[in-house]
């Protein structure tokens, strides 16, 4: 093809030189092959080298997430296994105060009875002191009556038995 261009007198016409258009070619080639095994085989090496950087970085993102997927589940774990701990320790606190209102229910209940027992027989005590009061007096009356009556006076131990006797008889 070159040997067309220099036959048709193309290039005398643009006024290149081939024997200078020729040497051009050789220089580049030159250039080339230098440029390319220096310049560019150093420039590729930095290239592979941040591709495995960027490959290796993924890997290590890749490995990151999934220990923080595990990281996460054994958190969730955690707190699913504290909050379950949570929830039995209230539970026992809530049957302990449970227990113990029911011990001072009980407590209080048996305390109310024993204050009614013993209201009960302070009541039956004040019952008898006052029978035996309302006795007495029905025992002075009636011989303070009898004593009128009869016009003389009584011995007071003979007139209580008599008394005595007949107030038991009626109740």
């Known amino acids: ?33 230098v440029l390319s095994r220096v310049l560019f085989g150093k420039a590729l090496g930095f290239m592979k080298k941040r591709e495995e950087e960027v490959t290796s970085s993924h890997g290590a993102i890749e490995r990151d997430k999934a220990e923080v997927a595990r990281l996460t589940k054994e958190y969730e774990a955690h707190i699913a296994k504290v909050e379950k701990e949570a929830y039995d320790r209230t539970q026992e606190i809530l049957k302990q105060a449970l227990a113990a209102a029911a011990a001072s229910v009980a407590k209080a209940q048996a305390d109310a009875k024993a204050e009614i027992g013993r209201a009960q027989a302070e009541i039956d005590l004040e019952k008898k002191r006052g029978l035996a009061q309302l006795r007495a007096e029905v025992a002075r009356l009636a011989q303070g009556v009898a004593e009128k009556v009869m016009d003389t006076k009584l011995d007071p131990a003979a007139a209580g038995a008599a008394v005595q006797k007949f107030v038991s008889e009626r109740s």
Do not use: E, R, W, Y
Not at 5 to 30: H, R, W, Y
């Open 1 to 33: 093809m070159l040997s067309a261009l220099l036959a048709s007198g193309l290039l005398d016409d643009l006024g290149v030189n081939p024997k200078v258009l020729a040497t051009q070619v050789v220089i580049f080639s030159v250039t080339f092959l």
